[in-house]
């Protein structure tokens, strides 16, 4: 009697040409298309991401401006985010005659020496430090209006503005910070992270 086997199991296995070279030929050229494929794709998601990012990309500027744009004298001091990207601004930091400065009043008392220490001088501010500033949004952080003056202690602010320097500390949506020093360059460069200021600037 003959044992019964059960059903037949089918088995498939790769063909070959019969020709080993040619085996091996077709064998490493699959294993080259995959890695350049896997390549490719990687390739592929980093330029993605770059692209997320300069989509994203902010761009903080701070200065000054003694005048309107009609000429008449108008002193602020202002920041710009002017990236395509949205920028939280974590410090900033004002410099006359490279001290770092507390806010407008102990600003404006530097300049005009000697001060009076009782007077409280006119300045219309806004805050900046830890808010966001939209892609292209401008902001004056310290507006001085000229009638609020004595013509000639403004036009001696007018004149220190030329000794101002500025530091101020952004990041980006994807935590990428940068701090723009115009004590060293007039450009922002990249930080791992913005740190806390020594004498940030406040109202």
Known sequence: MVADMGPETEHHHHHHTGHRWLDAVLAVSAVIISLISLFLAIQH?????????????PYVLVGYSNFNADGT?????????????????DSLEVFYQDTAQTGPQALLKSILRPPDPAHHYRV???????????????????????KSYDPGDYSRIGGATQHLEFRACYCSVFEECSVLD?????????????GVSNKPFQR
């Open 124 to 146: 219309q501010t806004s805050d900046v430090v830890n808010s966001v500033l939209s892609a292209r949004e401008w902001v004056n952080f310290v507006d001085l209006d000229a």
């Open 73 to 89: 004298p108008h002193i602020t001091l202002w920041v710009v985010n002017k990236g395509v990207g949205p920028a939280r601004l």
């Open 182 to 194: 115009t004590r060293k360059s007039p450009r922002p460069v990249a930080v791992k992270a913005c």
């Open 45 to 57: 998601g980093r330029v993605m991401e770059r692209m997320v990012e300069a989509s994203t990309w």
